[in-house]
């Protein structure tokens, strides 16, 4: 990142990133704190929960100093049923004091608090309030809706829903500059919430890019217990692969060595990867049902009956035939509340040529991941239909193509048929699938000419300069008005 100083930020030398969530799931807060402290020069107190353990490059720079808050603590599901309003307010108020505390007594006061929204209470509110008890400015990144994201569970026309809003109407307008992900988003917060935001788009860091074959290769050796030991059984991608790893260490699932020349095996399944936090704004039944669909049109394509035996098609595969469709291996990452409950649905799939993972990575290794699938799924539909998912960035950073969910907006960031494709069932989806891995992996020009689209396109800016040009100055002006 770049290291140039044009406009001074405040003048205690100091920044606060506030997220009420997982720093280590919150990318985006991640980048801010790099970039304060990379590119405005400034110490940088980051104020969020623990969990997932943070990019390298976070725990690695000098001026960044995280401070992990205590949470809430489990409640048993019946209590906080019976309970579920007292349950709610009781929650409500003690992230709210946790919080103010941190903000007001734990760190030193911040030319700027940058907050995460959502979640919106009491995170606008405690993170409001400590900027006018230490004379700081107040700067909301806005990633979604909060209340949106509470309708999912509780319905639109809840009351607890409409008062959230309020919450996040009020205290939004109260900030001393707003971000935003998309222009749909800027136009929502200026037309009907009396927000004026920058758009900051989602752009990938300089560690997002294609994955060079030496560490896909050692990727693929660190990731071969996960891949090769599902705990579901075996499948298309398990049958075999104990005793090619028993005979050769040099050979993983995808990739091989022969001396010091390494390289992608012709029989290899087709590696598509799918990260989410397992949250009811993405139906992973969606992807399941393509996944079966997939696996039945190719049998019918190729003229397989009911009688195939699944051992005899893994055997073949595996000695090195080659079909005209491939095997389809999805690797799922993330955590979330829904995981459990799609695991259960993957353990009951009998399929013949697909198979899943799902697993969590670090910081460093996702990104390598990407760089070496040769397809991308998001599901992401998004509870306002004005945010972007990330995920996608990521993807096209790492020179991956993709298939993603069509709504609202999503067209601000994939270019049908140039970086990837749309859909809006999982028969779409099925049929993408099948059109773009027909002839797998040498002869599949239509997956070639996306990646290719996806690579010319690349990114005009990566988040750095993204960040110099419209984050910089919202902040710097927003901070300088205090003094």
Known sequence: MSGRKEENIGRRGRAAVVVLGDIGRSPRMQYHALSLARQASLEVDIVAYG???PHSAVLENQSIHIHTMKQWPTIPRIV????YPLVLLFKALFQFFTLFWFLCVKIPSPDVFIVQNPPSVPTLVAVKWASWLRNSA???DWHNFGYTLLGLSLGRSSRFVALYH??????GKAA???LCVTRAMQHELAQNWGIKATVLYDQPPEFFRPTPMEEKHKLFCRLHKDLCHPRSGQDCVTAGTMELWNQDTDETLFTAKMDTDIFLKSNRPALVVSSTSWTPDEDFSMLLEAAVMYDRRVAAILNEDDSTKEEVLWKETNSGKQFLYPRLLFIITG?????EKYEEKIRRLKLNRVAFRTMW???EDYPLLLGSADLGICLHTSSSGLDLPMKVVDMFGCGLPVCAVSYSCIEEL?????NGLLFSSSSELANELLMLFKGFPDNCDALKLLRNGVVEAGFSARWDTEWERHAKPLISKASSFLF
């Open 176 to 178: 001393n500059g707003s």
């Open 166 to 171: 309020w919450f996040e109407k009020y205290y």
């Open 335 to 339: 955590k979330g509340p829904n995981k």
């Open 138 to 140: 107040f700067i909301v």
């Open 414 to 418: 994939v270019k049908v048929e140039k």
């Open 80 to 83: 906080s049923k019976i309970f």
């Open 51 to 53: 969990g997932s353990t």
């Open 361 to 363: 990575l670090s910081a």
